[in-house]
């Protein structure tokens, strides 16, 4: 699946109202300007050298009023230079305290496999993806050997394209990192019952019995699936790492940092086993 087409289009669109009405006003002027020639023409000499006049006068004027713009700019921007370093200074003193002393609270990786694996394979994929859920399916098992191998470390990575994505990313968070992967392929081999329903209320609710299934009680699920607080730092943790990693479909894996788009099985062992001999 494609991120962001919908934003491309819309960006695009605006993009070229922007532009249009610039155009239009510049075309305005240019027939102003031909009018008003054509009108001093057929004037009398007298009149002409008073336009004249006039001209100068307001070109004189002109010229003394971008003169005090320029150095009001020039002053503006001497204030907004010695602001921004201002703000530089404050921002890594802030960031080094951030380093110092982390924040407790935060999205937490989720990872199979051993810290010192040969290869890490990193995959971004959507629960309410179609070809994620064929992935899982086909190629995850064989894959899932390597890790109990310890010659794979595997780190998932959700990407939301809809809310009901996001809310399956909170069941399958819901039950912590013991769960989280057994709940995930139950949500792939179940997909098409949960995610094919329009109305949102079946999805949450066909959702919620795959969380009651996997173990997690009716207190657990409405705690995680009303966390509109996890909600929106999910989201936001989506958007930096997709960002970071160019991320515009999915499945996308990284292995070992290099950018692949919905591998086949074959193709990810071959790259893998290259890796584990090197």
């Known amino acids: 699946m494609k991120l962001a087409s919908s934003t491309i289009a819309l960006t695009a669109a605006l993009g070229w109202m922007a532009l249009a009405a610039p155009l239009s006003a510049q075309e305005a002027t240019e027939t102003e300007t031909e009018t ?10 007298a009149e002409a050298e008073a336009g004249t006049e006039e001209a100068d006068a307001a070109a004189e004027a002109e010229t003394e009023a971008a003169t005090e713009m320029e ?9 907004i230079e010695a602001e921004a370093g201002a703000e530089a200074e404050t921002g890594t ?3 080094s305290d951030e380093d110092a ?15 010192d694996a040969p290869v890490t394979v990193m995959e971004y994929a ?10 899982h399916e086909t190629s995850y098992p064989q894959l899932k050997d390597y890790i109990d191998e310890g010659k794979v470390r595997f780190v998932y990575r959700e990407v939301y394209f809809d809310r009901p994505g996001l809310w399956a990313s909170m069941i399958a968070r819901c039950g912590g990192e013991q ?4 709940i995930s392929d139950m949500l792939y081999e179940q997909q098409r019952d949960w995610a094919a329903g329009g109305d949102p209320a079946a999805i949450a609710a066909k959702l919620r019995e795959i969380g009651l299934k996997a173990g997690l009680d009716e207190a657990q699920l409405e705690a995680c699936l009303t966390d509109g607080g996890k909600a929106q730092e999910l989201v936001s943790w989506f958007e930096e790492n997709a960002k970071a990693d160019d991320i515009t479909s999915t499945p996308t894996f990284l292995i070992n940092g290099e950018k692949h788009s919905n591998m086949a099985w ?13």
């Open 93 to 95: 003193a802030t960031a």
């Open 179 to 182: 769960k989280f992967f057994g």
């Open 266 to 278: 074959a193709d990810m062992a071959e790259i893998i086993d290259g890796l584990i001999e090197e």
């Open 126 to 135: 959507s629960y309410t993806c179609p070809h994620c859920a064929n992935w």
């Open 71 to 79: 150095a009001e700019a020039e002053s503006a921007e001497t204030e």
């Open 101 to 115: 002393a982390p924040a407790e609270d935060g999205i937490v990786e989720m990872v199979q496999g051993a810290e």
């Open 36 to 45: 008003t020639a054509e009108t001093t023409a057929e004037e009398t000499s």
